[in-house]
């Protein structure tokens, strides 16, 4: 471990750096975009105007794509609820997508975006449970990268609670971070969302998911009635990783 006077001069060199950069913005032309934009402009979908282009005129390549995506977006949540039905011991997932989707709903009562040029989303030809189809402006922020968000960090946090289902949780958080992929390629690709709408989507879903895990102690207690141990021992293991543990070592180590 480094010193004290270390840690303070690394301390100092931070702050001198972040001040450098904010002046650098300040002061220096060019250092920040400047150019004169007619309403929009989306640089990921200046790339990938060809792909667009191409699933545009491949209707049956494209609702193909829409659906596979949208069947693993269906794997995802479904799953996910299914678990909490069965052995959920806490309401962190629903207050989760609750928050996150009462937002996203508030956002886009206030806030428009126009349909990018390009827009392809419309109903593939195969229902799905949880993506609803057609055409809607709904853009800022992406709930399918929220809400993949959210259950991927679900099953990354059951992995680490129930060790007798720990690889199938983690087989559920490697299909959920491919499901976020996925939706990121599809909402680019058929212009169902903007960059910036699925760049806010990942970030408003990981926060709603913290913000989540620290209201449900307070809901499960006085909402649902639960013992304080059973409502507060499903929200300490981000404690412990932090220090490399794990939830069950630090548990039994107490009890013994």
Known sequence: MSSPTTQFVLRLVMVFLVFVLLAIASFVPGALPQEHISCLHDELFEQTEEINDYFSENPATKNGFMIFCSLCMDITMVVGFVVFAIHGK?????????LFYVLRTIVQ?????????????????????????????????????????????????????????????????????LT?????????????????????????????????????????????????????????IQNYEDKGETFVSETNAKSS
């Open 109 to 177: 009562r206030l806030f428009l975006l126009r349909y990018p040029e390009g827009y392809l989303w419309d109903y593939p030809g195969f229902p799905s449970l949880v993506v609803p189809y057609g055409k809607t402006n709904d853009f800022f922020y992406s709930g399918h990268a929220g809400g993949a968000t959210i259950m991927t960090l679900e099953y990354r946090t059951l992995a680490k609670l129930m060790p007798r289902h720990r690889v199938f949780m983690r087989a559920m958080q490697g299909f959920g971070m």
């Open 90 to 98: 806490t309401w962190r997932l629903p207050i989760a997508l609750a």
């Open 180 to 236: 976020v992929v996925f939706q990121l390629f599809l909402m680019i690709f058929l212009r169902g969302h903007y960059t910036i709408d699925l760049l806010s989507g990942l970030i408003f879903g990981h926060y709603m998911y913290i913000m989540g895990s620290s209201f449900a102690p307070i809901f499960d207690r006085i909402v649902c009635k639960m013992g304080v141990e059973d409502s507060t021992k499903h929200h300490v």
